[in-house]
């Protein structure tokens, strides 16, 4: 228990603290503020009128914790502080709040695989329905999950990425947008949404979010390779040639990037070629 000083003001905020938590059902908070004011208490002689303001605000807060419902199951008859014995009664505190601290994380980690349990027997039932030919009611069972379950971390990459596996590109995209707006350097779900776009034949679009997972990603050959493989679809040889070189920049081994620059190249140079011709006749 340590010994250095607390103020009288510090005991006393530390005990009202305690009762606010406890008007709030926080163990954890109310035992730790409690434990803290009785070290205050030992390493702080206070006297006279202080000493006894501190004590009755310490009963208050001591009736407050023994109507505390699992303290009241623990101990029928209430904790009980008495003068003198304040170390021993900090130590209770605290290895209430050791004990009382496992019990309720154990509880929560339960809680949570109970509920992680639920949350996987509805995406197999979301996905057998789609298997089943029955999209719009997957398409509905997604919406509830992703509301009920708002609190798991990625849960609306993971939809979104179901939904593009199953085909439903269209349904996936403001589940990819908006897990991306939670957290921006999510790479499966980029590489979801450049597949919803390019699946929706959405060319535009599918370049805007290759470039904006470059952006948070970081450049790489998967992406330039499906940047040049966009720009192609848009015969726009000079974007292909330079996309597909970047990506064999990083791989020399990538043959689809050697095969697109091949394929860029002549196009490329007859559009120069073309261009300095027209200006050739001009000239005369």
């Known amino acids: 228990m340590s010994t250095s000083p607390m ?27 409690l ?12 006297f006279g009128a202080e000493k006894f303001e501190i004590q009755a605000h310490l009963d ?17 008859d209430g904790l009980q502080y008495r003068k003198g014995k304040e170390k021993a009664f900090f130590q209770t ?4 709040h050791k004990k ?13 695989r109970k509920r992680l349990g639920v949350l996987d027997d509805n995406l197999i039932k979301a996905a057998k329905l789609i298997q089943a030919g029955q999209p719009l009611e997957a398409r509905k069972l997604y919406s509830k ?11 609306h990459s993971d939809i979104g990425n179901r939904m593009a596996t199953f085909g439903l590109f269209a349904e996936a995209v403001p589940y990819l947008i908006k897990a991306l707006e939670t957290q921006n350097n999510d790479v499966r779900a980029h590489n979801a949404l450049i597949l919803c776009y390019e699946g929706l034949h959405e060319t535009d679009k599918a370049m805007a979010a290759v470039k904006d997972a470059m ?15 966009l ?19 990083r791989n020399p081994l990538n043959t689809e990037a050697a095969k697109l620059m091949k394929q860029a190249e002549p196009k490329i140079f007859s559009g120069a070629k073309s261009a300095a011709k027209k200006n050739h006749d001009l000239n005369f």
């Open 7 to 33: 103020t009288a003001k510090e005991i006393r905020e530390d005990i009202a603290r305690a009762r606010a938590y406890a008007k709030k059902n926080d163990y954890l908070r109310t035992l730790r503020c």
């Open 100 to 112: 009382l601290g496992e019990a309720m994380e154990k509880a929560r980690v339960a809680r949570l």
């Open 215 to 229: 952006r948070w990603l970081g450049p790489s050959e998967n992406l330039y390779l499906r940047l040049a493989r």
């Open 60 to 76: 208050e807060a001591l009736r407050d914790l023994n109507k505390m419902k699992m303290i009241k199951k623990l101990f029928p």
């Open 35 to 46: 434990a803290n004011a009785i070290r205050g208490i030992v390493s702080n002689k206070v």
């Open 93 to 96: 505190l605290m290895r209430l």
């Open 231 to 249: 720009h192609l679809q848009k015969r726009e040889w000079g974007e292909v040639f330079n996309s597909a070189k970047a990506a064999l920049d």
């Open 145 to 155: 999950i992703a509301e009920y379950f708002q609190d798991i971390e990625g849960i």
